[in-house]
């Protein structure tokens, strides 16, 4: 069984910063791609940061130059790091990450999703 814990959310005011964290538990063989998306009340969830195995990183405009998302292959954990934040930026961030298990002795991929934490950001 696998599934993603996350950490860090909070309240903080416009400015401020907060970093998330995401450790991936279980049997797992690999992780691929990893990511943050968020999501406000009666809007979809919308992708804010991805990570590739390898390094490479993806964000969306709204928090470009303000988040920096990194993992730590050695703990299966991804971070966020939020600096400058907005009241806008106020939602639940979901981790999500696709990770390959042993599945009667061949390799599937299966995609997981965190239970998701609050930030909520104060003008």
């Known amino acids: 069984q696998v599934r993603l814990v996350e950490s860090g959310g909070g309240l903080v005011q416009a400015g401020g910063s907060l970093r998330l964290s995401c450790a991936a538990i279980?049997?797992?063989?690999?992780?691929?791609?990893m990511g943050w998306y968020r999501q406000t009340p009666g809007k979809q969830r919308e992708l804010v940061a991805a990570?590739?195995?390898?390094?490479?990183?993806n964000y969306a405009d709204s928090v470009k130059g303000r988040f920096t998302i990194s993992r730590d292959n050695t703990k299966n954990t991804v971070y966020l790091q939020m600096n400058s934040l907005k009241p806008e930026d106020t939602a639940v961030y979901y981790c999500?990450?696709?990770?390959?298990?042993?599945?009667?002795?061949?390799?599937?991929?299966?995609?997981?999703w965190g239970q998701g934490t609050q930030v909520t950001v104060s003008s």
């Open positions: 999500n990450a696709e990770i390959d298990i042993v599945v009667v002795a061949t390799i599937r991929t299966n995609n997981y």
């Open positions: 279980g049997s797992i063989v690999s992780i691929n791609a």
């Open positions: 990570i590739t195995s390898g390094g490479s990183t």
